[in-house]
Structure formats: C-alpha cells, structure tokens
C-alpha cells in the first residue's frame, strides 16, 4: 500500500487543521493506521491510531482529547482533525499502515508515507 500525507501547513495557535492520509494501492480497510510527528532535533513520536474498522482509537498523551482520528475506507481515506492547536505540535507529521498492528510503536509499521509539515505560530 502507498500513503501520501498532506494538509500540513501554517496555523495560529488554538486554531484547527485536518491533516488526510491518502492510501492506494491496497483496499485501506485491510491495514490499521497511525499517525506520527517528527519535530526538529526531537526523535518520532506516536500521536494516534485506528483499527481496520474503525471501532479502535489510540492517542498519545499530548494531543489527547485535542485531536481526533477517523477513516472512511470507501474512500480509502484515513483523517487527523487536529483542534486547540500549540506551537510545540510543530512538526512534520506522517501517516503509517500496517497489517496486523495498531498502536504507538512505529517499528511495527511496515508502510510509511512521506510527511506533511505542521507549523503553529504563537
């Protein structure tokens, strides 16, 4: 499966952005998807998850009741609705798919898309 991320781009802070994982290549409800960010000089970092169906979210403690995962596999689309946004959720984020795994490890991601860069002003 291919993933491209993209709606990154520059927003005040308490604002809101949708960021969109596009998959192709392979039916998307066959592959759970995460979320992860990249901030400069910092290592990778969960933000969330989704299950096949839908049925299961994850999130990371700092984007927790802020942020909000969905999917629409008709589509194969998965989304990142990111409200109240803050300077420190500046980062490249990326999209991840996997078979059988769901949750905050990447390593057990096998499909990687390219990032789209999230800049918050204060």
């Known amino acids: 499966v291919q993933l491209q991320a993209f709606g990154g781009g520059l927003v005040q802070a308490g604002g809101s952005l949708r960021l969109s994982c596009a998959a192709s290549g392979r039916t998307t409800s066959r592959y759970a998807v995460g979320w992860f960010r990249q901030a400069p000089g910092k290592e990778r970092q969960f933000v969330a998850a989704?299950?096949?169906?839908?049925?299961?979210?994850y999130y990371g403690d700092s984007v927790e009741g802020r942020f909000t995962i969905s999917r629409d596999n008709a589509k194969n689309m998965v989304y990142l609705q990111m409200n109240s946004l803050k300077p420190e959720d500046t980062a490249v984020y990326y999209c991840a798919a996997d078979r059988t795994s769901v949750g905050p490890i990447e390593a057990e991601y096998a499909y990687w898309g390219q990032g789209t860069l999230v800049t918050v002003s204060s």
């Open positions: 989704i299950s096949r169906s839908g049925g299961s979210t």
